[in-house]
């Protein structure tokens, strides 16, 4: 069987699709997971957790109040406590991450930004001492963290943080402190509510001198009564658009005393009598952003992915309208509109993941050169992974809300779950920074790269920016998808130099250079997302080119012929200094061609993900496809149905029509 999730009983709809898949969807989720070794492990622990029935949801999670959704969260979350070791290699984040998924799903929890950045932030910015006294603990979650750097008045700017860390000799303490209103740390998930520790970023200052953002390890509450502790102000900033099972707090210290080894000490020291160490790279403090931003893409990927699988097994299932057969109305997978709405997401979602992996590997390495005291590769990591967070982020929420229409107006209702994706996925257009002020950091780098061809120095170019030393060159578009790279290339190249040539230019006519950098800032964040559209390109491309067995790489050779085409389409503006108005109409029709021939094997695609029913919470994309039976049901679940007159009708509407009628 080609397709592992065809069983008996399912909607022959589906079955069908399944049928026609061409490939083995295990062999695609080794693929797609970067071994066929962590592919199996996914499937081992998804079935153990099925086994256990106290991990299942309650009940619907939609009908949920926010309360009742933190309390479900730490219900499981306890219940996983006594299963741990025999779940999952508890050192494997990939295997924890997993876990998180299938049983905690995507609305956050206790332990949101314990795994993801607070042990991640003692890893990398803990000394050896520091983290054989804390990094045990957290990991084995005898404490609970998270990551607190967000004021009420500045995120993006963290030069500008107001909290204070203010070194005393004499004591050999630090006093944090919150001066203003606007100095509450506000944001940072699971902070609320759940966790009693803290990395906190603060101003570090010694006699008067400001040193900037530092890291220190706070606890903020008692670890016997959970209270929190004198000098410390804590609690939650209210419900969000979603991910309201996370408990995203607010945190004030008032005099609070630390001692002088809790500033996290790896790079940047403090010694007893008040002497600063500065670290070997001026923004080593801020490599726990760099951490998440390396792995948004695949995150992103997988957001999108839950919608597309709800999105695609939906229109197999859903059947509206004619083409040729008057008999029977066709499946709504059939209109080349809906494939045009939800294929080339699917081939973004294959390319981001397969990006992920790779700036995952980069930050992996990252921090083995950091500690062994080469810090070269924080510049290039950083600018990559800016633009990719950016990019992923925004095409990531446009193919959810794609979804989600592409489901009529069963999408609309909670029962598709989409509306919750959405709102989780498009966080992150704003946390890790905020997308535009990312770009941007991409684009200083862009314009040093141009600086640098500019002055015959080539050569000192950074990985990936070579092709902005390179000519313009002919374009033959029946070579393949290398010519697409080669569009890609010509665009961006263009586009960076116009916005650098603007920004000098601007400079040279008399504007400082912060302002002739805002004037130039539209075009500058231009250039930044076709330079990293076109690496995701070259990632998506390279990854399919090494794959060996044949029908794997036949069905993903079909996924970046759409990607290609979309994409060129999608820059047409730019790319029309490079391909002529008739070749962007034959990219069109390769495009539709390219929809066509995908068709048989987008619900085999999506399933090859293998996310499991508990993990999509959604009755649209149910994988046996018995759509509309458990849609009364869920329904019928509804609170609103628990009684036939409900009390505001007794109170109101009755007495008001009973008058009515006088
Ligand atoms: C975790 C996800 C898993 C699943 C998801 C599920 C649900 C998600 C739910 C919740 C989200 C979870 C967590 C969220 C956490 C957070 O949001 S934590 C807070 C994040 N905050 C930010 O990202 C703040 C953004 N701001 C900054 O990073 C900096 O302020 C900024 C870089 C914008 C500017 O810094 P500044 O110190 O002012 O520097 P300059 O602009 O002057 O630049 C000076 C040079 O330094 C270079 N540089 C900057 N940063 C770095 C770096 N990290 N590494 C290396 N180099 C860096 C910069 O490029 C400049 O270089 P040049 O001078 O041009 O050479
Ligand atoms: C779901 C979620 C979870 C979060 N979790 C955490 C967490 O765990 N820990 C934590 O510390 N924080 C967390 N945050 C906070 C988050 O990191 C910040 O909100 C984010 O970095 C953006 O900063 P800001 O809110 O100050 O936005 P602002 O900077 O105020 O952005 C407002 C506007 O100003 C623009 N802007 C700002 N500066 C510039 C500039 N220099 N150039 C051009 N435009 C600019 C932006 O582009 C944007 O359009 C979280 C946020 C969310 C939404």
Redesign the pocket.
């Known amino acids: 069987m080609l397709n592992k999730s065809i069983m008996d009983g399912d909607n022959p709809d589906l079955t069908e699709e399944r049928m026609k898949g061409a490939f083995d969807t295990d062999k695609m989720a080794a693929v797609i997971y970067g071994s066929e070794k962590f592919a199996i492990r996914r499937r081992e622990i998804t079935e153990s957790i099925s086994r256990i029935p106290q991990l299942a949801d309650s009940k619907p999670f939609s009908f949920m109040t926010r309360e009742e959704k933190i309390s479900e969260s730490c219900r499981k979350l306890s219940v996983l406590s006594e299963h741990w070791n025999q779940l999952i290699d508890t050192n494997n984040e990939e295997e924890a991450?997993h876990l998180y998924r299938e049983v905690l799903g995507?609305e956050?929890h206790a332990f949101?930004?314990h795994e993801?950045?607070f042990i991640p932030s003692l890893v990398a910015q803990a000394n050896d001492e520091q983290q054989e006294k804390w990094l045990g603990r957290a990991k084995r979650r005898e404490i609970i963290g998270c990551?607190a750097?967000?004021e009420m008045g500045h995120?993006?700017?963290?030069?500008a943080l107001e909290t204070t860390a203010t070194y005393y000799p004499s004591t050999q303490e630090f006093i944090l402190h919150t001066p203003t209103e606007t100095a509450l740390k506000w944001?940072?998930?699971a902070l609320g509510k759940s966790s009693n520790y803290a990395v906190v970023v603060a101003d570090l200052v010694i006699r008067d001198t400001h040193y900037?953002?530092h890291p220190f390890m706070v606890q903020l509450r008692d670890e016997k009564t959970h209270n929190p502790l004198p000098g410390i102000t804590v609690g939650d900033i209210g419900p969000k658009m979603a991910?309201n099972g996370?408990d995203n707090g607010f945190l004030g210290f008032n005099q609070y005393k630390l001692p002088r080894d809790h500033m996290l000490m790896r790079h940047s020291r403090v010694e007893e009598n008040g002497t600063y160490t500065k670290p070997p790279?001026?923004?080593?403090g801020?490599?726990?952003?760099?951490k998440?931003?390396s792995?948004?893409a695949m995150?992103q990927g997988l957001f999108m992915v839950s919608a597309l699988v709800i999105a695609v097994r939906y229109s197999a299932v859903r059947r509206q309208g004619f083409l040729d057969d008057k008999s029977r109305e066709v499946k709504v997978l059939d209109y080349q509109t809906q494939q045009h709405r939800l294929f080339p997401s699917i081939a973004r979602a294959y390319a981001f993941i397969f990006c992920g992996f790779e700036t995952i590997q980069l930050y992996d390495q990252l921090l083995i050169d950091v500690k062994n005291g080469d810090t070269s590769g924080?510049?290039d990591?950083?600018?990559l992974t800016?633009g990719l967070k950016s990019v992923v982020t925004h095409q990531t929420g446009e193919g959810i809300e794609q979804a989600r229409m592409a489901c009529g107006g069963h999408g609309y209702s909670m029962a598709s779950y989409i509306s919750e994706i959405y709102g989780?996925a498009i966080?992150?257009c704003?946390?890790?920074?905020?997308n535009m002020?990312?770009l941007l950091?991409l684009a200083?780098?862009l314009v040093?790269s141009v600086e640098l061809v500019k002055t015959g120095k080539s050569k000192e170019l950074g990985p990936m920016m070579n092709y902005l030393a390179e000519p313009d060159t002919q374009i033959d578009l029946t070579s393949g998808p290398e010519a697409y790279v080669k569009v890609f290339q010509h665009a961006a190249r263009r586009q960076v130099w116009k916005a650098t040539d603007k920004f000098h230019q601007l400079m040279e006519s008399g504007q400082s250079r912060d302002i002739a950098w805002n004037n130039s800032a539209v075009e500058l964040t231009r250039a930044s997302r076709l330079h990293t559209r076109l690496y995701i390109m070259e990632t998506f491309i390279r990854r399919v080119s090494s794959i060996s067995d044949v029908s794997i790489k036949k069905v993903l050779i079909d996924l970046v012929n759409v990607h290609v085409n979309y994409e060129v389409l999608d820059i047409g503006t730019y790319a029309l200094e490079h391909v002529s108005s008739t070749q962007l109409d034959s990219i069109r029709s390769q495009l539709y061609s390219s929809l066509d021939t995908l068709r048989p094997n987008a619900v085999s695609l999506i399933d090859s993900f293998q996310i499991s029913d508990m993990q999509l919470r959604s009755v649209l994309g149910r994988r046996d496809g018995h759509v509309y039976t458990n849609l009364f049901e869920w329904a019928k679940a509804s609170p609103l149905n628990q009684t036939h007159v409900l009390p505001s009708v007794n109170q109101y509407l009755k007495p008001m029509m009973d008058k009515a009628k006088l």
């Open positions: 991450l995507l956050g949101s930004l993801t950045m990551y750097q967000t995120g993006t700017n963290l030069r944001w940072p998930g900037g953002a991910f996370a790279h001026a923004k080593i801020y490599s726990s952003m760099v998440v931003r792995r948004m995150d924080m510049s990591l950083h600018a800016s989780v966080g992150g704003t946390y890790e920074g905020e002020v990312m950091q200083r780098y040093k």
